[in-house]
């Protein structure tokens, strides 16, 4: 992904995201669009924890 938000970016955005959803009062094609989006930022959080763990990883051997 080249257009990919700093990490810390994509938790806050998350972390709005789940504030929406929790309230329940999002009309149903929004929250769809809120989940699609969450879910595609969750994947890209988990990708870059996996890649600084590695980069960790490396730098220790």
């Known amino acids: ?15 709005e995201i789940v504030a929406v959803l929790e309230k329940n009062e999002a ?4 929250a769809l669009k809120l989940f699609e989006e969450g879910t595609k ?4 959080c988990a990708t870059m924890l996996s890649e ?4 960790i990883t490396e730098i220790e051997k």
Do not use: C, G, T, V
Request: net charge neutral; glycine share 0%; no cysteine.
């Open 52 to 55: 600084a763990k590695q980069k």
């Open 41 to 44: 930022l969750s994947r890209q």
């Open 1 to 15: 992904m080249s257009n990919e938000m700093s990490y810390e970016k994509a938790i806050n955005r998350l972390e």
């Open 27 to 30: 009309p149903l094609d929004e």
